[in-house]
């Protein structure tokens, strides 16, 4: 419900580094406000690129790797260190693949804690805030696999599929019906209209 005579306000555009470096790098080569705003990917106005622009030493200081690139906050963490390392044992654990290793929250969190601990930290506790913020952070984001899909078992699924081929061979391929092929007997079917 809309009270009379105000406005709706606009929803808040989250900018990326990536984008704040490049207004700085743009107005410190001296080209104008409004050629700066048709070049930037996404359209923001004069007012936040003059608010941007107050902490533009910040922005040249920033490092100019991917990571850094995409993220919309300045804030590393309180721990800068051990969250690099927990992100390098993430893509560690991420590349053996999903299906042998579950990465859940309560493995970031023992990972997390030990890591810590060889490094020192006291006064680390990975509570679950600590661990969403590392994720956001970090741009993570997890799909876990549930009921059958997650219980299917892809080792008997793939001996299958071969015995299948192994048979088919058998046959003439104009003589294989392929199963993806729903308009055979889409015809088929009567009009409920």
Known sequence: MMVAGRRRRRPRQEISIGVKKQIVRLR??????PVVLRLLPMPITKDSGRRIMQ???????????????????CREGKWPKL??????????VYSLGHRRIPITTALIKEA????????SINGFAASNGHVRGFLKRY??????MHGQA????????????????????????????NMDETGLLYRCL????
């Open 28 to 33: 410190d080569a001296g080209i104008s406000w």
């Open 55 to 73: 902490s533009a030493a910040r922005y040249r200081a920033m490092s100019n790797d991917p990571h850094t690139l995409e993220r919309t906050t």
């Open 83 to 92: 969250y690099a390392r927990l992100y390098k044992w993430y893509l560690a």
């Open 112 to 119: 997390a804690s030990m890591i810590a601990a060889r490094l």
């Open 139 to 144: 741009d993570i984001c997890n799909v876990a």
């Open 150 to 177: 997650g219980a299917a078992n892809l080792v008997a699924a793939t001996a299958a599929v071969e015995d299948i081929r192994r048979r088919l061979e058998a046959y003439p391929p104009d003589r294989r019906y």
């Open 190 to 193: 009567p009009s409920w209209s």
